[in-house]
Every structure is written in C-alpha cells, then in structure tokens.
C-alpha cells in the first residue's frame, strides 16, 4: 500500500462494522430495556412457551434474561469482549429462533393459516409480530453477531479483547488504517 | 494457520464464558434492585391459572367429538367450560351491565375489580372498579380484601380476549378466603366494556373523569 493514501476500501469497512456494532448493541439494549420494564408481561410470555414446570426456573428466566440482553448490550456499544459477547448472543438466539418456530408452528396448524401470516407477540421485546418478519430479524441478527465473532467493529472500542492481552497481527477483523 | 488459530478460539470461549458469568450476576442484581424486579420465590401463577388458548401452543388444544380443534368452538363457550373447571363463573357483557346499574353497586355490595396493571387501570376501567393487579397482590390487600369480603357479587375483568389475569386475581381472591359463589370473572374485560360505549373512568378510583358517562 502506498503511503499518504486512504484506503477508503478499509475506512468503510471499519465504519461500517462498527455501525454494525453499535446498532446491534442498540437492538439489545432496546428489547432488553422494553422487558425488563414490564418484567410481569414478560414473564406471562415466557410462561407461553410451557419450557418449565418450575416457578422458581421461570420466573429466573423471566427476571435475568431481559438485562441479561442490556448487559450485552451496553458491552457491544462500549466495545467492550466484543467477541465474547457476540458468540454469547449467537448462543442466545439460535435456541430462542427455534422456539419461536416450534410455537408458529403450532399457531399455524392450529388456526389452519399460511405460516407467514401468523403473528404473535414472541416475547422478542417488539411487540406483535409477523412470524416470517421476526425469522428474518433474527437470522440478521445472528449474521451481524457472526460478522462481530469474526473480529470485524474493533474501531472505537474501549477493550475489544477483554481477555486476551495482545492481538496478534495480520488476524481476521484486524483492520488497520 | 489453523494452529494459530486455536489459541484465538481459546480466548474468544473463555471471554463468553466471562460474558454470560459476570452478566448473570448483573441480571439477578439489576432484578433485586429495580421496583419492577420479579421475585424468584413467589409463584405468580396460582393452581389452576392460565387459560388453554394462550398457555399452551394451539396445536395441543384437546379434540373434540367430531375431531376438530377446540377453537373451532364458540369462545364465550369454551372460556365457560374452562371457569367452570376452575370452580368459576362467567360473566357476560350483558350480566356485566346489569350489576353494573345495580342499585348494589353503589351501595358497595356489588363490587368491580380491575385485574390489570397499574398504567392500564389509569388508561381507562369501569368507574369505581377496585385497582388489584395480581401479580404485585400485597400492594393492593389492604383496599380490596375488607370490600370484598363486604360484597354480595364481585366482577373480576382485566382486557378480555386472551387475557387471563382475571382468572388469575380471582383465585388469588379465593385462595385469601373470598366466597367462590360471589366471584364473577367478565370474560369481555374493558375491551369489550369501552367498545360498546360503556362508561370508562380515568385515572384513580373515583377521579370524576369519564368518557362516555350517560350510558
């Protein structure tokens, strides 16, 4: 690379992948913030998905899971174990997807209607929505949590590696101006 | 290349694993400090609470003779059956009016109660109903317990439809020692109350405020 040049290639690929970041960090900390509100609805839709007999399990659910989502929102926004976090997240919502697919389902042979017509409140933290449309949100969501796994969003980040004390050189996501 | 990158897989673990430690201990944190927060202990569905339609995936809903879905069956009639399995009964919008102009209402003997959250009772409910959210119970014993006990009839409601609250607030009445045969829980709830043009009261219990005040 010559000296003195932008690489506007690298530039907007570091600013894009930290909009990615914050926005993915604001996504959580939105729904996060929007269950932990109202934890007894919450809990109500939690209570929908019949997972556990417990009331004490349930109820643990109901009560961490919602700033669980704030606390990993806030460490995306700040860059802070950015890929921790994020594999966490992937972790998250890959079992949350298929059980918001098993109820469609359900809905779906249940009330004789196409499968994208059914909608629902998930308990995703946005409300009533239509199946398909909330899929799609979550495989995005997955996607930018994989784009973030892989090291990309490093830009402005207070601590991208909480753990690991120096990054080597030349590593995927390592993007220098 | 893959050597190297076993190490980065190592790091990227164990700092997930930080993430979801330090993170659980701020969750159950945040829960014990906010006003909101849930208690773990505390069942905040009694026995016998939770309405089929919404508690369980549709698929699952019970048969019947002819081999159909249940909601194929008439709403009002299945929610009947379901009270009546919980040992209690429904109300209709119609039964709901009548002890509504009771001369009782207004001498405390037939008393309404609002099973939904403090922000919706604000919103809008039926003038004089009795605020009882059932999931934060302890806030409104002191009020509700002595009326009740006083009453003849009591109406439990909270947003009708798919709501369950109702059901809910009116076994936690029962299980505090409330007569089974005085509870009436109003399967059309304040959505079916506004809709037909019904008084609706905001604010607090007896603010003054309505909308809709000549029916």
Redesign the interface.
């Given at each position: 690379m010559k000296s003195g040049q932008p690489n506007w290639n690298r530039i907007a690929l570091n600013l894009s992948s930290v909009l990615v970041r914050w926005m993915l960090g604001a996504v959580f900390l939105y729904t996060g913030l929007s269950k932990?509100?109202?934890?007894?609805d919450f809990?109500k839709l939690v209570?929908?998905y019949?997972l556990v007999q417990s009331?004490?399990v349930l109820?643990?659910i109901?009560?961490?899971?919602?700033?669980?989502e704030?606390?990993?929102g806030l460490?995306l926004l700040a860059g802070v174990?950015v890929?921790?976090?994020a594999?966490?997240l992937m972790?998250m919502l890959v079992p949350l997807t298929v059980l918001v697919f098993?109820?469609a389902?359900?809905?779906e042979?249940?009330?004789a209607i196409p499968f994208c017509a059914v909608k629902f409140d998930c308990g995703c933290g946005t409300g009533v929505v239509f199946i398909c449309a909330k899929l799609l949100e979550n495989f995005l969501l997955i996607l930018l949590s994989g784009w973030l796994?892989a090291g990309y969003g490093r830009q402005f980040s207070l601590r991208f590696?909480?753990?690991?004390p120096h990054p080597?050189q030349g590593?995927v996501g390592e993007i220098r101006e | 290349m893959a050597t190297g990158r076993l190490p980065a897989v190592k790091w990227v673990l164990l700092e997930a694993a930080f993430v979801v430690v330090v993170g659980a201990v701020f969750a159950f944190a945040a829960n014990r400090v906010s006003p909101r927060g849930l208690a773990l202990t505390r069942n905040y569905f009694p026995e016998g609470t939770g309405r089929l339609v919404s508690a369980t995936p549709l698929a699952t809903l019970p048969q019947n003779a002819a081999g159909t879905n249940s909601m194929a069956l008439d709403p009002a009639q299945l929610l009947a059956a379901e009270l009546k399995e919980k040992g209690l009964q429904l109300a209709d919008g119609s039964q709901a009016v009548q002890l509504f102009h009771d001369p009782r209402f207004k001498q405390g003997t037939v008393v309404f109660v609002d099973a939904r959250g403090e922000q919706h009772y604000r919103e809008g409910h039926i003038p004089g109903a009795y605020e009882f959210d059932p999931y934060r119970p302890e806030k409104y014993f002191d009020a509700v317990l002595p009326v009740c006990k006083a009453a003849e009839q009591i109406v439990v409601y909270c947003n009708g439809g798919d709501c369950d609250d109702s059901e809910t607030a009116a076994i936690l009445l029962r299980d505090v020692g409330i007569a089974n045969q005085k509870l009436l829980v109003y399967g059309g709830g304040i959505t079916e109350w506004a809709t037909n043009g019904l008084p609706v009261e905001l604010g607090g219990r007896n603010s003054g405020s309505l909308r809709n005040p000549n029916k």
């Open positions: 932990a509100l109202h934890p007894v809990l209570r929908q019949d009331s004490l109820n643990s109901a009560a961490a899971l919602p700033w669980f704030i606390f990993c460490l174990a890929r921790g976090t594999l966490t972790l098993h109820r389902l359900a809905i042979s249940a009330l796994l590696d909480l753990i690991k080597r590593e | -």
